[in-house]
């Protein structure tokens, strides 16, 4: 038996290695009225090659939902809020399997659209 999928969501995420950065892009995608739920996890350890040699930092972890529609205009809030220079951004479509959280998710996108377009 396959599970039912309820809504075709993507799961944004980036990374910084600075709290107040982490705070201020949560904020930040919250205020776009384009994601119901953001989430940040601390102790990411990354390894990663730059300038020419591995680096390694302690991260903050941002992950946002959202619909494939809201996708650019939330990758230009991270773009512009960011403390690197080439910030990763990735995106990955995710299933819903509950139903109840999918209806949140659907109606909560669709309140906060509501209200941005509000007069």
């Given at each position: 038996?396959?599970?039912?999928?309820?809504?075709?969501?993507?799961?944004?995420?980036t990374?910084?290695?600075?709290?107040?950065?982490?705070?201020?892009l949560?904020?930040?995608?919250?205020?776009?009225?384009?994601?119901?739920?953001?989430?940040?996890?601390?102790?990411?350890?990354?390894?990663?090659?730059w300038?020419?040699?591995?680096?390694?930092?302690?991260?903050y972890?941002?992950?946002?939902?959202?619909?494939?529609?809201?996708?650019?205009?939330?990758?230009?809030?991270?773009?512009?809020?960011?403390?690197?220079?080439?910030?990763e951004?990735?995106?990955?479509?995710?299933?819903?399997?509950?139903?109840e959280?999918?209806?949140?998710?659907d109606?909560a996108?669709?309140?906060?659209?509501?209200?941005?377009?509000e007069?």
């Amino acid at each position: 038996m396959s599970a039912e999928i309820f809504l075709p969501v993507f799961e944004m995420q980036t990374t910084t290695d600075e709290a107040s950065v982490s705070l201020s892009l949560r904020d930040q995608l919250v205020a776009s009225r384009l994601t119901p739920c953001v989430k940040i996890q601390a102790g990411c350890q990354s390894t990663y090659y730059w300038g020419g040699g591995w680096q390694s930092a302690d991260e903050y972890v941002i992950t946002a939902l959202t619909l494939e529609a809201h996708l650019a205009q939330l990758v230009a809030i991270i773009k512009s809020a960011h403390n690197y220079v080439n910030p990763e951004i990735v995106a990955r479509k995710i299933v819903v399997l509950s139903k109840e959280y999918a209806s949140w998710l659907d109606s909560a996108l669709a309140e906060l659209q509501a209200v941005s377009h509000e007069p």
